[in-house]
């Protein structure tokens, strides 16, 4: 089992196309992993050992006929729909909602997904630490006192813990690689419309993007290779060419402009240590031959608040259908309104409550022009700074998150605080560009990813330089606890 454990998903994957381990053998060693440490990290909502066997024998027996990354078992964030297994969204509203199909995200797996289980995950999607869960707060493998992050949570502590080698989680405001920093593994944004949204349970439409949890950028590469895609289904579905993403990833940083992000860098918050190996990584970057100087997105101050109007507003919207009658939990009442009142009373948690009353008043009459349109006009502003940047630079590089991992129940009387655990990453989603969170190495012995943002549709130049971060960091993976 160890041996398999410390391969990383590439090198698995490998292995079982040659013969040399067989899909199963990967499944089993993940089932014996998750009932090793599950009760510590609380990592999922659903495990399906059973599936995973069954179709792993499956994967097996079609023998050559499958893609390189068929054979390696996959944790899924529980806000993707798979089909058969419950989907709840770490809510109470959708504890018993079983989908009939499997995400779009899911489809180059294949009808024989070999699922691990349903990663645990903040309520809908709202939250930057797991604890907003319906299902109970995820663990940080690399401190069990501390948070992995979120709302991905349950998707990266999965994969610091070995319980799979690799996850998918989404990203609406830094949702894939604030817990990816926090739990010292990569996690990739792809651009917004590169992955199809289709059997994604909404967030916030215009933000959401489903995204890789792996153990390096290697892996990251290979499974955006197997999700990304046109979707017909999915209305904001980019009809683009899905490149080759291993193809450019050792080619190096020579010559390529980096440009460091003042704001991001230096700003409110910013942990010392954070800001230290920040600066470290800008240095072997230029070091290895990168073009290194100093970037400004002169409006990112205004993307946490403009973030937390935009968001809560589309919140508002999609978190409608959930009134009792057409979708999820519904509690019998002497009436309608009633039905809908202690209905969203039972099944949404205070963290959803608070977003929905706050999208709901930003999109009402008298106060629309005031709030959502001016937060609109911010938006366009972020997206000209960054259009901006990158007329001068082709990466641009900052903190992922503003701290290491915090302690449980630290933030969670503090909304402002725990929003602020988004302030690094948030204007990447506002843009729609990708971006990327690797590890840089450590502060107080506890993981701190970089980020990596360039324009749309960059990823391979992004994971090229992802790379070049990964070899100059002085951070290895290890399995924790």
Known sequence: MAELLALTAHELAVKVESGEVSAREAAEVANARVEEVEEDVNAFV?????????????????????????????????????????????????????????????????????????????????????????????????????????????????????????????DTGGSVRQPAALCGIVGLKPTYGRVSRYGLIAFAS??????????????????????????????????????????????????????????????????????????????????????????????????????????????????ARFDGVRYGLRVPAGGVHEMYRETREAGFGDEAKRRIMLGTYALSSGYYDAYYAQAQKVRTRIIEDFRSAFSRYDVLLSPTSPTVAFGIGAKVDDPLAMYYQDVCSIPANLAGIPAISVPGGLSEVLPVGVQLMSDHFTEPMLLRAARAIEQAADFRFALKP
């Open 46 to 170: 659903t495990v399906t050992p059973e599936i995973a066997l069954e179709r792993a024998s499956k994967v097996d027996a079609r023998d050559g006929d499958r893609k390189l990354w068929e054979g390696v078992p996959l944790v899924v964030k529980d806000v993707l729909s798979t089909r058969g297994v419950r989907t709840t969204c770490g809510s109470k509203m959708l504890e018993d909602f079983v989908p009939l199909y499997d995400a779009s995200a899911l489809r180059n797996f294949g009808e024989d997904l070999i699922m691990v289980g349903k990663a645990n995950m903040d309520e809908f999607a709202m939250g930057s630490s797991t604890e907003n869960s319906a299902y109970g707060v995820t663990r940080n493998p690399w401190d069990l006192a501390r948070v992995p992050g979120g709302s991905s949570g349950g998707s990266a502590a999965a994969v610091a813990a070995g319980e799979g080698w690799w996850a998918l989680g989404t």
């Open 206 to 319: 215009s933000l959401d993007q489903v995204g890789p949890m792996t153990r390096d950028v290697r892996d990251s590469a290979l499974l955006l290779q197997a999700i990304a895609g046109h979707d017909p289904r999915d209305s904001t579905s980019a009809n683009v060419q899905v490149p080759d993403y291993l193809s450019e990833l050792e080619d190096g940083v020579s010559g390529l402009r980096v440009g460091v992000v003042t704001e991001l860098v230096n700003g409110e918050g910013i942990e010392p240590g954070v800001r230290e190996v920040t600066e470290r990584i800008a240095q072997g970057l230029e070091d290895a031959g990168a073009e290194v100087g100093e970037a400004s997105l002169p409006h990112s101050e205004y993307a946490l608040p403009a973030y937390y109007i935009i968001a809560p507003a589309e919140v508002s919207s999609n978190l």
